[in-house]
């Protein structure tokens, strides 16, 4: 790797750092320029995993007061995460690298969607609850576990957009603030990536060279990303999300 293709990776983690800690989607940063500099597909995915775990724990931590009493969310779903994220890691590894290439756009788009009408079909839904007299889990779902345990198949796999799947979820499936169910999505990539890097250290190739400046480069902007992404009011970090989504289907149209 030449200084200028280091350059470039260490500013591809730096931008994947930041735009995963406000919404997600930083593979569709990193993994492109990881192919441009020559690495395969499948070594340019789990270098990129592993690379970006110490972003996805610095954008947790620079989120950690919207984690306040978050804890039994925490340990609820980050047990189908971690499942999700260590099936999703097997799967890159048996199924051919273009196995989700037709899917995955689709199923962003369906999030986009659901993110733009969360408001409204929340509330109606929450009005609905009320005339039967049903109420909602604090924690989730059964349909919301489910959910974020197929998201997080979907993430350790390959993960581009995941944080828009998981913000699309628990914004419709809980009541609460946004931000604090962005905190939570910081969490949740942060667990299927780490289990995924886990199960790929034994069984694959990584070029360490782009971990390390990829993990640099997340680790910083992972803070930068807390920073802008807590100072957003709802509605603006509702456009950013759909922006990013709308930005992920276009390149994995191409």
Not at 206 to 230: E, M
């Amino acid at each position: 790797m030449t200084l200028w293709e280091a350059l470039a990776v260490l500013a591809a983690g730096l931008g994947a750092g930041t735009i995963n800690a406000i919404v997600g989607s930083g593979t569709l940063i990193t993994f492109p320029v990881l192919l441009a500099v020559g690495l395969p597909p499948v070594t340019a995915n789990v270098s990129n995993s592993l690379g970006l775990v110490p972003g996805s724990l610095s954008g947790a931590i620079g989120y950690r007061r919207e984690l306040a009493g978050q804890r039994p969310r925490i340990l609820r779903f980050g047990i189908f995460a971690l499942i999700g994220g260590l099936a999703g890691a097997v799967l890159l590894l048996a199924l051919p690298s273009d196995a989700f290439a037709a899917i995955v756009p689709a199923l962003i788009a369906v999030a986009l969607v659901l993110v733009i009408v969360q408001p409204r079909l929340a509330a109606a839904l929450r009005a609905r609850r009320a005339r039967k007299g049903a109420t909602l889990h604090p924690d989730g779902s059964i349909a919301l576990l489910v959910g974020l345990m197929l998201a997080s198949v979907y993430g350790g796999y390959f993960g581009a957009a995941q944080g828009v799947i998981y913000l699309s979820l628990m914004g419709l499936l809980l009541n609460e603030d946004l931000q604090r169910i962005n905190a939570l999505k910081n969490v949740l990539v942060l667990l299927v990536n780490g289990v995924a890097v886990l199960f790929f250290l034994f069984v694959a190739t990584f070029d360490w060279t782009a971990v390390v400046l990829i993990a640099v480069g997340s680790a910083v902007g992972g803070q930068i990303g807390a920073k802008i992404g807590r100072r957003l009011p709802p509605a603006a970090l509702r456009v950013t999300i759909v922006a990013v989504g709308v930005v992920a289907i276009v390149q994995l149209l191409r």
